[in-house]
């Protein structure tokens, strides 16, 4: 066991952000799992021995502390029994639909209201046991939103700040739920709550003045006991120069290109690259699609779509009635438009190396991203980074947290429109060179000069702050 001490930095995320690698031997390693969270908050973890609390992923899982890349982990615990209920359940079936306007129903279930509650005190009762006298603790996402009140009744010291990476809905979806009141409340433990969009800070302070005893000025939420809540938006972004040197590296650049005559070399190769989620409109952009063809606006040998699903909460329902929905309608497509050797439609349920997805969005002519709801929307900045050639377009939806950023680079859509989606991938792949370009040009610099450091830096500045 590690001697892991006191941390006047900690991060608080429903999982650790490290992989378990069991090696032929059955030994066990751990391994830093991508993302670009644990990369920007890397450099101030080393800076000031910061920890990490959160579940390992696996049930009944309770490893001892551990160090691993100069961070300290501390492992949560969850039973089976909890995983169903506080993270498939209330998380994922409850907040996670509610938060996303409702676009599968919302099951509203004591008994996983009860697990979310007790879990949430777990994981508020393992920071207070590591936080050094006065540390700032950085709470992450919708499944810890009662965490931040629960550590500031346990631990009054803390500077405690909170972000939520999904959208935070308006009053009319938010007043269905039966614990309103509880995670408004759990929220304003937080001195600052973060949110991706404007619109979803505006929906707090609305909510907290409506549903609790607190009052909303601006963006500062005054609590009934007097402390001062900042409520903020910080668009979240992406490692960019992870992104622009693979992209810098020729192997990279040479997959790219076998990627593109592997699919048939079409005149353009239209890309989606998402977790098999329904809030990510893959079905909208498929029937889009699809429809060009039975038309004959596009030739399968003019263009192919390529859609990565990535495998996402496979034992959460609405998630297998997503996957055999979606691969029905890709098998339409294939039997009715495609012929042998040349599918118009290439479908990979998979997940991938950074490296292979990069010389994806390298390689793709259109990126198309249709979420119906999205708190940011990484990927759509990702191919933005990938694109050093100033070459290819951006189709993204307005409902995407990106959409406020990117809204001059892109085409925007409405992914309900079949018909305004059927124009607007017509209109990306006709684009003139010149005017591609330009977009491109003006996306990058939005991407550019917002990096995840970036971020990182502005919500943490803010939090010593408030
Ligand atoms: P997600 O809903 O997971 O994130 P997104 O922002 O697109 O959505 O991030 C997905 C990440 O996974 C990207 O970095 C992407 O490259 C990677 N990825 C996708 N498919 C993959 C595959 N097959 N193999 C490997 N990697 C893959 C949530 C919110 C978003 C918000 C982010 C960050 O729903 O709205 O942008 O958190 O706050």
Same mark, same amino acid.
């Given at each position: 066991m590690a001697?892991i001490?006191?941390?006047?930095?900690?991060v608080v995320a429903n999982r650790l952000p490290v992989d378990r690698v069991v090696s032929i031997d059955g030994s066990a390693t751990w391994r830093r799992s991508p993302g670009?969270l644990v990369?920007?908050? $890397?450099?101030?973890?080393?800076?000031?021995?910061?920890a990490w609390v959160g579940w390992t992923g696996s049930p009944d899982d309770a490893p001892d502390p551990f160090s691993t890349d100069?961070m300290d982990l501390v492992a949560v615990p969850l039973s089976a029994q909890e995983v169903g209920e506080y993270y498939e359940g209330f998380s994922n079936a409850?907040?996670w639909?509610?938060?996303?306007?409702? =676009?599968?129903?919302?099951?509203?279930?004591?008994?996983w209201?009860?697990a979310y509650?007790r879990v949430n005190d777990r994981f508020a009762h393992a920071v207070?046991g590591v936080?050094?006298?006065?540390?700032?603790?950085?709470?992450q996402d919708y499944q810890l939103? %009662?965490v931040?009140? =629960?550590?500031?009744?346990?631990?009054?010291?803390?500077?405690?700040?909170?972000?939520?990476?999904?959208?935070?809905?308006?009053?009319?979806?938010?007043?269905?739920?039966?614990?309103?009141?509880? =995670?408004?409340?759990?929220?304003?433990?937080?001195?600052?709550?973060?949110?991706?969009?404007?619109?979803?800070?505006?929906?707090?302070?609305?909510?907290?003045?409506?549903?609790?005893?607190?009052? #909303?000025?601006?963006?500062?939420?005054?609590?009934?006991?007097?402390?001062?809540?900042?409520?903020?938006?910080?668009?979240?972004?992406?490692?960019?120069?992870?992104?622009?040197?693979?992209?810098?590296?020729?192997?990279?650049?040479?997959?790219?290109?076998? /990627?593109?005559?592997?699919?048939?070399?079409?005149?353009?190769?239209?890309?989606?690259?998402?977790r098999l989620d329904?809030?990510?409109? =893959?079905?909208?952009?498929?029937? #889009?699609?699809?429809?060009?063809?039975? $038309?004959?606006?596009?030739?399968?040998?003019?263009?192919?779509?390529?859609?990565?699903?990535t495998p996402s909460r496979e034992r959460v329902e609405?998630y297998q009635? @997503?996957?055999?929905? /979606?691969?029905?309608?890709?098998?339409?497509?294939?039997?009715?438009?495609?012929?042998?050797?040349?599918?118009?439609?290439?479908?990979?349920?998979s997940s991938?190396e950074?490296? !292979?997805?990069?010389?994806?969005?390298?390689?793709?002519?259109?990126?198309?991203?249709?979420? %119906?709801?999205?708190?940011?929307? @990484?990927?759509?900045?990702?191919?933005? $980074?990938?694109?050093?050639?100033?070459?290819?377009?951006?189709?993204?939806? !307005?409902?995407?947290?990106?959409?406020?950023?990117?809204?001059?680079?892109?085409?925007?859509?409405?992914?309900?429109?079949?018909?305004?989606?059927?124009?607007?991938?017509?209109?990306?792949?006709?684009?003139?060179? $010149?005017?591609?370009?330009?977009?491109?040009?003006? @996306?990058?610099?939005?991407?550019?000069?917002?990096?995840?450091?970036?971020? #990182?830096?502005?919500?943490?500045?803010?939090?010593?702050?408030?």
């Open positions: 001697d001490g006191k941390s006047s930095f900690v670009g990369t920007a908050l $890397a450099p101030v973890m080393r800076s000031v021995e910061g100069d409850t907040l639909p509610l938060y996303h306007d409702v =676009i599968v129903a919302p099951e509203y279930h004591r008994e209201w009860d509650r207070a936080a050094a006298e006065e540390a700032v603790v950085f709470v939103q %009662l931040p009140a =629960i550590l500031r009744r346990l631990r009054p010291d803390l500077k405690i700040g909170f972000f939520l990476h999904i959208p935070f809905p308006p009053t009319e979806l938010f007043a269905q739920l039966p614990w309103r009141r509880q =995670i408004l409340e759990g929220l304003l433990g937080a001195d600052l709550v973060g949110f991706q969009r404007e619109g979803a800070a505006e929906n707090f302070a609305s909510l907290a003045e409506r549903y609790t005893d607190a009052t #909303a000025e601006s963006r500062q939420v005054r609590t009934a006991d007097g402390r001062t809540v900042h409520v903020q938006s910080f668009p979240i972004s992406i490692d960019v120069s992870e992104i622009t040197d693979l992209v810098s590296d020729p192997d990279v650049l040479a997959r790219s290109d076998h /990627i593109r005559e592997e699919v048939g070399a079409p005149k353009h190769m239209l890309l989606g690259v998402d329904y809030t990510k409109g =893959i079905g909208h952009r498929l029937k #889009a699609f699809g429809e060009l063809l039975a $038309a004959g606006d596009l030739t399968p040998d003019e263009a192919v779509m390529v859609q990565v699903a609405a009635t @997503l996957r055999d929905d /979606i691969e029905l309608q890709v098998g339409r497509m294939n039997g009715e438009y495609g012929t042998i050797g040349q599918p118009a439609v290439h479908y990979l349920h991938y950074r490296v !292979e997805l990069v010389s994806l969005l390298r390689a793709a002519d259109v990126m198309v991203v249709t979420p %119906l709801r999205d708190g940011m929307n @990484l990927v759509a900045k990702e191919y933005v $980074a990938a694109r050093t050639d100033l070459g290819g377009a951006l189709v993204l939806s !307005e409902f995407a947290g990106a959409a406020d950023e990117l809204g001059d680079g892109a085409f925007l859509v409405n992914p309900h429109d079949i018909d305004g989606l059927k124009r607007t991938l017509l209109a990306a792949m006709r684009l003139d060179a $010149a005017e591609a370009t330009q977009r491109m040009k003006l @996306l990058r610099e939005r991407v550019l000069s917002n990096d995840i450091t970036r971020w #990182a830096e502005s919500f943490l500045t803010s939090l010593r702050a408030a």
